[in-house]
């Protein structure tokens, strides 16, 4: 399974991103997909999830509200709509693909991409 995060860059407090993951390589109906993300001198830590078929998500509570995680099947793709975003929100933003949409931790995610940067100005 290969992975190719898009979609991150700088924007102000307040504002919105839309972060994309385009999937290839695998038969994706059998995994969850979800994003990470890690900022410097932290683990990375779930930020939402994912499953193709059916389409459960879930999500951590910082990003509960803000942030809406969805697919597309005929693409291959998963996205991540970020609104309100604040300065905390600045990190590594990973894409993966692993065993469960429930609020996965890294270990339940054997696929990653590369990672795209997302900084939010105060």
């Known amino acids: 399974v290969q992975l190719q995060a898009s979609g991150g860059g700088l924007v102000q407090a307040g504002g919105s991103l839309r972060l994309s993951c385009a999937a290839s390589g695998g038969t994706f109906s059998s995994y969850a997909m979800g994003w990470f993300r890690q900022a410097p001198g932290k683990e990375r830590e779930f930020v939402a999830a994912?499953?193709?078929?059916?389409?459960?998500?879930s999500y951590a509570d910082s990003a509960k509200g803000r942030f809406t995680i969805s697919r597309d099947s005929a693409k291959n793709t998963v996205y991540l709509q970020m609104s309100t975003l604040k300065p905390e929100d600045s990190a590594v933003y990973y894409c993966?693909?692993?065993?469960?949409?429930?609020?996965?931790?890294?270990?339940?995610?054997?696929?990653w991409g590369q990672g795209t940067q997302v900084t939010v100005s105060s």
């Open positions: 993966g693909a692993g065993y469960t949409s429930r609020r996965p931790t890294v270990r339940d995610f054997p696929y």
């Open positions: 994912i499953s193709w078929i059916g389409g459960t998500t």
